[in-house]
């Protein structure tokens, strides 16, 4: 019903940067939210940042001031530009939109992408 997809990842050196894009597509009708998370080896899925339909925002404290959330509605596009890297960065970037569809109702949905590499060298 909702597709995420993904791009942008890579490998990068430390203190370098990546923009990571997210597009979503299918039986829209709000979005309410865009975000991503990230998952590193060993360790729980994480928050990275988060950006609503108002254009509100939130980041984990670990990348204020780094990471930069921008949202594209009338693309239904999420960007998470990613500055000043370090290799504790590196993990598998997840986009994740909570998402209205209309079917024969209007249903709220979680949607989560496939995900993307970023990996930090030193």
């Known amino acids: 019903q909702v597709q995420l997809v993904e791009s942008g990842g890579g490998l990068v050196q430390a203190g370098g940067s990546l923009r990571l894009s997210c597009a979503a597509s299918g039986s829209i009708f709000r979005i309410n939210s865009m975000g991503w998370y990230r998952q590193a080896p060993g360790k729980q899925r994480e928050l990275v940042a988060v950006?609503?339909?108002?254009?509100?925002?939130d980041y984990s404290d670990s990348v204020k001031g780094r990471f930069t959330i921008s949202g594209d509605n009338t693309k239904n596009t999420v960007y998470l530009q990613m500055n000043s890297l370090k290799p504790e960065d590196t993990a598998v970037y997840y986009c994740?939109?909570?998402?209205?569809?209309?079917?024969?109702?209007?249903?709220?949905?979680?949607?989560w992408g496939q995900g993307t590499l970023v990996t930090v060298s030193s």
């Open positions: 994740n939109a909570i998402v209205v569809v209309r079917l024969t109702t209007y249903r709220t949905l979680e949607a």
């Open positions: 950006i609503t339909n108002d254009g509100s925002t």
